[in-house]
């Protein structure tokens, strides 16, 4: 139990075009999801946080304009990256939080975003 | 502001070995500790989650320990198999709601060789 799925893998863009990034919890309802941006090498930077029916809060210095964040429904999140650029080729990783194992957190698999 | 610092960051052991990652964070006050493994490439896999209120967790070759007061939590591996080898991560979680962050450490590298 507890799996978080993410569509697609790996996605390769051009600039100026626009990127949707699913996330869904599979097997439980996600009260809240994450969305996390990690560089080579690093950790993980939380973007934002999103609870279902509500407007995610993002981070300090995170363009909320840019990174459209929509947690529709208890099972699904997407991230849209709008107008992409070069310097928003990174990984993106989502994660889950709700279900019997609320305490837990779960993470996707990631989606490796390229912008040409 | 919580900081959570792993040690070390690179660790390259033979089979077999047991072994102790480290995990240090500057606030006590969390509502818990969780470790993940990271294969290069990929998402985190949870591999143990510690509650404030208990002192450690095992699953299999692996134990996770917490000291809230001291602010630290070790991950044991125990007889280390080179399909162990990857980035392992603990982060803590302040508060109990929704909005409850984790912060992350920066990871310790595992490599095992056959």
């Known amino acids: 139990g507890a799996v978080v799925s993410q569509h697609p893998s790996w996605v390769i863009c051009k600039s100026g075009t626009s990127v949707k990034i699913e996330c869904r919890s599979l097997?439980?309802?996600?009260?809240?999801m994450f969305w996390y941006r990690q560089f080579p090498k690093q950790s993980l930077m939380l973007m934002a946080t999103s609870n279902e029916g509500s407007k995610a809060t993002y981070e300090q210095g995170v363009e909320k304009d840019k990174f459209l964040i929509n947690h529709a429904s208890l099972t699904l999140s997407t991230l849209t990256v709008t107008s992409a650029h070069p310097e928003d080729s990174s990984f993106y990783i989502c994660s889950a939080r709700g279900g019997a194992r609320y305490n837990e957190q779960f993470f996707g698999p990631g989606t490796r975003l390229t912008v040409l | 502001k919580q900081e959570v610092t792993q040690i070390p960051a690179a660790l390259s052991v033979p089979e077999g070995e047991n072994l102790v990652l480290n995990c240090s964070f500057t606030d006590s006050a969390i509502y818990n500790l969780q470790w993940f493994r990271q294969d290069p490439g990929k998402g985190l896999t949870s591999l143990l989650l510690?509650?404030?209120?208990?002192r450690e967790q095992t699953s299999g070759r692996l134990n996770a320990s917490l000291d809230k007061s001291s602010g630290r939590s070790t991950l044991y591996i125990a007889a280390s198999q080179p399909g162990d080898s990857a980035t392992y991560l603990c982060?803590?979680?302040?508060?109990?709601?929704?909005?409850?962050?984790?912060?992350f450490g920066q990871g310790t590298e595992l490599s095992v060789k056959p």
């Open positions: 510690i509650q404030s209120s208990q």
């Open positions: 982060a803590v979680r302040r508060n109990y709601n929704q909005g409850g962050k984790l912060i």
């Open positions: 097997d439980f309802q996600a009260t809240t």
